[in-house]
């Protein structure tokens, strides 16, 4: 299993029907090729969690990369993985506030692929990143989040 993080800068802002077309596109071929993964979208900025089975996450990993929607693409984490984070969602997507977007980015993402695979889930950007979502999915969209000392915060996988 290999999983990828990734940013990216949206070559212009996509509407929400583009967003929605998009989505359905990576859905279908992720749900054929055994995708899985989270995908968050903060004014013109992307990041994605894919996680797969090696074989079938390289064509898509390559499809996403000569995707003439974005640019400027820049992996932050790229290992392999003993287990998938976002089982139940072929694509989980969240449009998400400039600080929210700007914690995740500059969380510690160690890029270096040492240690054993169990050892990618001490890494801070994939801890935040699950606590990000596990928090904010609960809640109806366009709903604010509650502050972060809330009971969600301190909650773990
Ligand atoms: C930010 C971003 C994330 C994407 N994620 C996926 C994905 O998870 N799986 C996938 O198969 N394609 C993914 N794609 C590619 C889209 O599925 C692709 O845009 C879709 O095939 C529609 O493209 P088209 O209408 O330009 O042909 C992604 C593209 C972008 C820009």
């Known amino acids: 299993m290999r999983a990828i993080c990734y940013v990216s800068t949206a070559c212009w802002q996509l509407d ?5 077309h998009l989505l359905q596109a ?5 749900r054929e090729h055994g995708i899985t993964g989270l995908l968050l979208y ?3 900025s992307f990041m994605q969690y894919l996680e797969g089975p090696k074989a079938d996450i390289a064509p898509v990993w390559d499809i996403i990369r000569a995707d003439e929607k974005h640019n400027h693409i820049i992996t932050l984490f790229d290992r392999t993985v003993p287990a998938r984070l976002y089982s139940d969602w072929t694509m989980a997507y969240r449009r998400t506030e400039p600080p929210d977007f700007a914690k995740l980015l500059n969380s510690d993402w160690a890029t270096s692929s040492e240690g054993t ?3 990618c889930w001490f890494v801070p950007g994939v801890r935040m990143l699950r606590d990000f979502w596990e928090l904010n999915q ?3 969209a366009g709903r604010a989040p509650p ?6 915060a301190a909650r773990r996988r």
Do not use: F, I, V
């Not at 929400?16 to 929605?20: P, T």
């Not at 502050?147 to 969600?152: D, E, Q, T």
């Open 147 to 152: 502050p972060a000392s809330g009971a969600g």
């Open 26 to 30: 990576a859905r279908t071929r992720n």
């Open 16 to 20: 929400d029907s583009e967003l929605e």
């Open 138 to 140: 609960t809640m109806p």
């Open 117 to 119: 695979p169990e050892q």
């Open 42 to 44: 903060c004014e013109g």
